[in-house]
């Protein structure tokens, strides 16, 4: 059950993908969700080459399922990135932040899939152009950088699916059997993950991080960066409600980066600083009440979704 062409393409038993998650998506949770049936998906945002050899050898020790790479396009190191985790036995890459026409030839000769996450109709026609195998519809209510339009899933996913014949999988405010059948009942194929995963046994997160988002509302998120040119939704914090006044008094971007500083990404996911670093999470996270293992995850999605099913059936 739940099999679409998303696995055929992807090799895979359930669509069910881990979004590319900066610092928290490294090789333990990568190739949990593999071996539990699912893509994992290294997040190679803040890993050099080295990095993505040394957890390539993970995941294989751990896993001989698939995994795939995710490289935000504003790493001016991108194709050597691509090209090193093919090296090292990743069949997917996703890239995101930026046009992945340049980088659809390089990953396709090499025999490897290429997906792309979107934010509108717009750029996912783009993507069919450049040859992608694979559109990822990300809604706004996902954590971590969103579309400037701020268009949410459930507007985004059929909108892309009827743009496109490219296989579109549903990203943001996706974390349970619920969620996953509602993105196969708006058009999508498979859906992608990153909070619920985020608050996983084998995330690489600090457990501050993972305790904070067990414990956060629906409401308990906020978007950084829409005058910086890079909109953000973060968990609420010390740090967002800071950047959140800056912006509305109008700082100038340039101020307001000298004030932010660099690498309160690292001092919160790793260093457990979760008042002064910043936390991407998305607004699905006020649903998470406990951490579980990254194959506890998947499980509990597929046997949700098909009670989900049989409950839809009867109606
Ligand atoms: C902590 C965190 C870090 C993320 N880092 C990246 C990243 O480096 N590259 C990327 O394309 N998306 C990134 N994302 C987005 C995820 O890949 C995924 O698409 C998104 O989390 C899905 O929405 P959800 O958070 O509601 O599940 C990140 C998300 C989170 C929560």
Known sequence: MFRTQICDILNIEYPIILGGMVWVGRADLVAAVSDAGGLGVLGAGGMTVEDIEKDSEIIKAKTSKPFGLNVPLARPDADELINAAIDCGASVIST???????YTALIKDRGAKAMHVVSAAKFAKKCEEAGLDIIVAEGFEAGGHNGFDEITTMALTPQ?????????????????GRGFVAALALGAQGVQIGTRFMASAEAAAHQNV?????????????????????????????????????????TPPDKLMEMIGG???????????????SIYCGQIGGSITSIKTAGEIIADIVSEAKQVMESLNSL
């Open 210 to 250: 993972k305790d904070a988002v067990v414990n956060m509302e629906d409401s308990g998120t906020a978007i950084t960066g829409r005058t910086t040119g890079g909109p953000a939704r973060c968990l609420k914090n010390k740090l967002t409600d800071m950047i959140v006044a800056e912006e509305a008094k109008g």
């Open 96 to 102: 995101s932040a930026g046009s992945p026409k340049k």
């Open 263 to 277: 690498g309160r990404s690292i001092t919160a996911c790793l260093d457990g600083d979760c008042d002064e670093g």
């Open 160 to 176: 892309v699916a009827s743009s496109v014949s490219t296989p579109v999988v549903s990203a943001g405010g996706i974390a349970d």
